[in-house]
């Protein structure tokens, strides 16, 4: 199956997902599986929680 045709079978709701998690992932998610997106948005979740906790430890 070519990449045109499982584009044409995912919902609205996968496309809107792609879309998030690759503009959040700044990468194309479309490819990767998903417990590599699920890892890669929680150590960007993460990241930004140090990032605002490190003022407050000053």
Do not use: A, G
Not at 23 to 43: A, C, F, G, P, Q
């Amino acid at each position: 199956m070519s990449d045109q045709e499982k584009t044409l079978l995912m919902s609205e709701q996968e496309m809107t997902l792609i879309y998030k998690t690759s503009n959040i992932l700044r990468k194309d998610t479309s490819i990767m599986r998903l417990n590599d997106i699920i890892e890669e948005l929680v150590h960007v979740i993460e990241s930004k929680t140090e990032d605002v906790r490190l003022p407050d430890q000053e």
